[in-house]
């Protein structure tokens, strides 16, 4: 089929529903579940938004000749990249930047395999035209996947081969003729409510050799037999969008992922316990490189909208001669430019990788990726100070519409706002930076790609600072010299 609808992922996720447990249940149908269904009507606007803006959201199949979305497309050129760049950025700012784990995220992650699939033939030209096949019917179907790179936190002292139990971390536990079992738990898979998982190695995590048997890469439906997903306890509580309005639509949930012997047909797996290979994947195919990118953008759409937020406070209350406030607003403009300059960097200074895959500029977006977990919760602090107590004293839209209404219009207003103006303003200030939904996307912000002091030791150790060492030597010669 050509590029879904909202209606027909909907259909799909009440006809093939994953398997989530959520307060102490297991979900019958997710399209309707309390606290997860108006997700699922977020997600799937995505769908009709393509639609809208089919021009600059969907391309033409390169194989059926159908619309499809653009995210899925493998760049040939800059063009094309920045292409892709303009698609993500529009999408993310549709969600204000509040969907961290849209589609596109992954998307952008099977492209860059897919692309670059003949990476995989080094374990044997089967894996790489698995990858290829997966890529296309991807894309042919348009479905959505979530994914999960991490073992449970059980002992972190040591590796998954050496936990009390085998099974704890996700294991290869039989190898069949048509396919193998997988057994134990992995974390942490963000958007459930999906179509499809990704299970592939962490970026960050480096196995050995005795870890074989947790090193694969493979993809399944989400209904797929023996997988389970415990949801944590949601963060919409059914309450308005007036009175929560970013909970209230884009609590995209987390879970934890239970393999209980859960089989995976070999025509689905596209790494197998082949730990250097794991190790390398994601760089030698260009991959995260592809995803940083969906990333930068989805930054570029949430610091705008933290700017006009942000700006928006200011004016209601009349704040803006005073100087620190004016060095806040700037700081988040700066915040903003600097992911646009990451971005541009990244696309004009794009290469062919050693498949012919367009790849973004690694420097720029492994800058990107480091700094924004530190500026997002700087930002969030902004909007706390220029709120101030009045991100925890607006009422809700029954206390506007009840018996003191009347006082509530009047002692509500602002400088520049009547209260029936200023209150959603500072109802939606306050579920951007105090709410439950708030102190989650600030906290998922920051480990986004990763515990930052890891990623922060991987850019310490991959890249080379040489060059500039030599250039202060030979500063310091000539100064000796003279």
């Not at 393509?50 to 979305?69: A, C, F, I, M, R």
């Not at 009390?164 to 971390?169: I, R, T, Y």
């Not at 050799?209 to 963060?235: V, W």
Request: glycine content about 4%.
């Amino acid at each position: 089929m050509p590029a879904r609808t909202a209606q027909q992922v909907i259909d799909r996720l009440k006809n093939r529903p994953p398997t989530l447990y959520h307060r102490g249940q297991k979900v019958e149908d997710i399209t309707t579940e309390p606290g997860i269904c108006r997700v699922v009507k977020s997600l799937a606007s995505l769908y009709d938004h393509q639609w809208v803006h089919k021009e600059s959201s969907l391309y033409e199949s390169p194989t059926t000749g159908d619309p499809v979305n653009r995210t899925f497309m493998v760049p040939q050129t800059r063009t094309q990249l920045q292409q892709i760049g303009d698609t993500m950025l529009k999408r993310a700012k549709f969600t204000a930047g509040m969907m961290g784990r849209m589609p596109d995220y992954l998307n952008r992650a099977i492209a860059g395999y897919g692309g670059s699939a003949d990476f995989l033939a080094i374990q044997g030209p089967h894996f790489a035209e698995n990858m290829k096949n997966y890529l296309a019917y991807l894309r042919e179907n348009d479905l959505s996947l979530t994914h999960t790179l991490i073992n449970p936190q059980i002992n972190r002292a040591v590796g998954a081969a050496q936990q009390k139990n085998p099974f704890l971390a996700a294991r290869i536990k039989k190898e069949t003729d048509a396919g193998i079992v997988i057994h134990g738990a992995r974390m942490l898979a963000t958007l459930p409510i999906s179509d499809e998982i990704m299970v592939f190695p962490s970026t960050l995590l480096r196995s050995t050799a005795e870890d074989a048997p947790y090193a694969f890469g493979f993809a399944l439906p989400n209904d797929a037999p023996g997988l389970k997903f415990q949801c944590r306890e949601t963060l919409d509580y059914g309450r308005s969008h007036y009175d929560h309005p970013l909970s209230s639509r884009y609590e995209e949930m987390d879970a934890v992922v239970f393999f209980d012997n859960v089989f995976v047909p070999w025509e689905r797996v596209f790494l197998y316990r082949d730990v250097d290979i794991c190790n390398q994947a994601y760089a030698a195919t260009g991959t995260i490189w592809h995803m940083a990118h969906q990333v930068v953008c989805k930054n570029i759409a949430k610091t705008e909208y933290l700017l006009g937020l942000a700006s928006l406070l200011v004016d209601s209350i009349g704040i803006e001669k005073f100087q620190h406030v004016q060095e806040k607003i700037s700081k988040i403009w700066i915040n903003l430019e600097t992911m646009k300059a990451f971005r541009f960097a990244a696309e004009m200074q794009a290469e062919p990788n050693d498949y012919g895959v367009m790849t973004p500029a690694k420097n720029p977006l492994d800058a990107a990726r480091n700094l924004y977990p530190h500026l997002y919760s700087d930002m969030i602090d902004i909007i706390k100070k220029l709120g101030a107590s009045g991100l925890v004293a607006m009422p809700t839209a029954a206390d506007v519409s009840g018996p003191l209404s009347e006082e509530i219009n009047r002692y509500y207003q602002s400088a520049r706002q009547e209260a029936v103006d200023r209150i959603p303003l500072f109802r939606l200030a306050w579920d951007t930076a105090l709410s439950a939904f708030a102190a989650r996307q600030t906290h998922y912000e920051y480990y986004f790609f990763g515990d930052p002091v890891r990623m922060s030791m991987a850019l310490f150790k991959n890249h080379d600072r040489t060059q500039y060492m030599d250039e202060v030597r030979e500063f310091l010669q000539r100064s000796t010299a003279e």
